[in-house]
């Protein structure tokens, strides 16, 4: 299986700010990477796809890169309905596996 | 507009078979590359895959529950079937269905979830 070790699991910061999410594979998974972001008592929500690509009425803030084994997700200047759960998700092979996610919180 | 809704008990009992149902809208599980995937996430935890069903009738299951784990689909019906046998309190968890359009397994809508809680 691969495994998705994101970093940090929590993270303390302020509206305006710039935050980073990182999320790590055991193997490469080329660019077959995925994030969502997930509010309390809600379903997750897709934002990008395929590394980079961002999914249908994502604001631009938010934006993915990496490559292989490491990747970031970037939201620019932290808007208060941000504060959220962040997951990554390889589909690169089953088994489908996910990071253990990130809470964004106000600081 | 596709929308999902998972159904099924929110209490089992230890070894019992826990049944779950996705029943969905604004897409056809007849069509080309789509799937449904079934994911869980106990509370305060992470988010788990369990299984995926495709089009074609493929299926795909987590490897550390695959011999728990059915899932089935009813095309004429727009619904997907998840069994998991012998079920523990580990296994309490908010289970979602979601929509994978294909062309790898990303999953882009997704239903609101059920908690099932499993005890005696």
């Known amino acids: 299986d691969i495994q998705m070790t994101q970093s940090p699991s929590t993270l303390s910061a302020s509206v305006g700010d710039r935050v980073t999410i990182t999320c790590r594979a055991s193997?490469?998974?080329?660019?077959?990477l995925a994030w969502y972001q997930q509010k309390a008592g809600k379903a997750p929500k897709l934002l990008i796809y395929?590394?980079?690509s961002l999914e249908g009425g994502v604001p631009s803030r938010f934006s993915g890169s990496g490559s292989g084994t490491e990747f970031t997700l970037t939201i620019n200047s932290l808007q208060p309905d941000d504060f959220a759960a962040y997951y990554c998700?390889?589909?690169?092979?089953?088994?489908?596996?996910f990071g253990g996610g990130t809470k964004v919180e106000i600081k | 507009q596709i929308t999902l809704k998972e159904s099924g008990p929110t209490l089992v009992k230890p070894t019992q078979t826990l049944t779950l149902t996705c029943t969905f809208s604004?897409?056809?599980?007849?069509?080309?590359?789509?799937?449904v995937g079934w994911i869980r996430q106990p509370p305060g935890k992470a988010l788990e895959w369990l299984a995926l069903?495709?089009?074609?009738?493929?299926?795909r299951y987590s490897p550390s529950l695959k011999t728990r784990l059915t899932i089935t689909k009813d095309t004429s019906k727009n619904q997907v079937v998840l069994t998991m046998t012998n079920m523990d309190p580990v296994d309490t968890a908010t289970y979602y269905c979601?929509?994978?359009?294909?062309?790898?397994?990303?999953?882009?809508?997704w239903g609101q979830g059920t908690l099932v809680t499993v005890s005696s």
């Open positions: 979601a929509h994978s359009p294909g062309a790898g397994t990303t999953f882009d809508y």
């Open positions: 395929k590394t980079s």
């Open positions: 069903i495709y089009w074609d009738d493929d299926k």
């Open positions: 604004g897409f056809s599980l007849g069509t080309s590359a789509v799937g």
């Open positions: 193997q490469s998974i080329s660019s077959w």
């Open positions: 998700q390889q589909y690169n092979s089953y088994p489908l596996t």
